[in-house]
């Protein structure tokens, strides 16, 4: 059982539309929400993290919405790119050292 | 900088071999792991380090073996592979406990895809 559920499985935005990633957990203790970028045959490399205390955060056309009472937080892409074409995989960490990772979100942002 | 090296990209296994999934990192992080990627359920933490001669297990550890000798050096060991196994693997290394007090983010190597038979 995934403790952090990840959706949509795939999506495909027109270039210049809004990519929106949603994800749901239900530990409370979770304290540390990051994002990450995954290429096709690379690694995974971190793209936003967010902490619990503050409720959005942005850099450049990526933004994580963070909703504690929800127990959600999701990843907009605006005015997304064809090179935003990736999976992007959400994840949470509590107190201690495993990150436990969201079942990734394959987009397709098409010219 | 090379970051964290994995070898080898392609691995193909018949059911019973063991082998070991070499990482290496150069950037003098504490913290490394593996994780595994299957389609649909993201990445599942295999086993982990927080520093040389300490290992521990992730959330899926069962039919495999770590061990952490030297800062730089993390193997993954397949004792008897089975086609559960069948996946890419990824290692990651980070300066300190990913998301703890330094922020540190996970750096991941580009992953060896294993294939058992």
């Known amino acids: 059982q995934q403790q952090v559920k990840q959706s949509p499985q795939s999506l495909i935005v027109q270039k210049g539309g809004i990519s929106i990633i949603n994800c749901a957990y239900e530990n409370t203790a979770f304290d540390y929400f990051p994002w990450y970028q995954q290429f096709p045959g690379k690694g995974p490399a971190l793209l936003i993290a967010?902490?619990?205390?503050?409720s959005e955060k942005k850099e450049g056309r990526f933004t994580i919405s963070f909703n504690k009472s929800a127990k959600q937080f999701s990843l907009h892409i605006m005015d997304s790119q064809p090179g935003d074409s990736a999976t992007y995989f959400c994840?949470?960490?509590?107190?201690?050292?495993?990150?436990?990772f969201g079942g990734g979100t394959r987009v397709l942002v098409k010219p | 900088n090379a970051g964290v090296t994995q070898t080898p990209k392609f691995q193909v296994l018949k059911t019973g071999q063991s082998m070991t999934l070499q990482c290496a990192q150069d950037m003098n992080h504490e913290y490394m792991s593996w994780y595994r990627q299957d389609p649909g359920m993201g990445l599942r933490l295999i086993h982990y380090?927080?520093?040389?001669?300490?290992?521990d297990q992730g959330e899926v550890p069962n039919g495999y073996n770590v061990s952490r000798s030297t800062t730089e050096d993390f193997p993954l060991r397949l004792l008897s592979a089975a086609p559960s196994q069948t996946s890419v693997y990824f290692c990651?290394?980070?300066?300190?406990?990913?998301?703890?007090?330094?922020?540190?983010?996970?750096?991941f190597g580009n992953g060896t895809r294993l294939t058992v038979t």
């Open positions: 990651a290394s980070s300066y300190s406990i990913p998301g703890g007090q330094y922020n540190s983010p996970l750096h």
């Open positions: 967010i902490r619990p205390d503050v």
């Open positions: 994840a949470a960490k509590a107190a201690g050292n495993k990150l436990t």
């Open positions: 380090s927080v520093g040389a001669g300490i290992t």
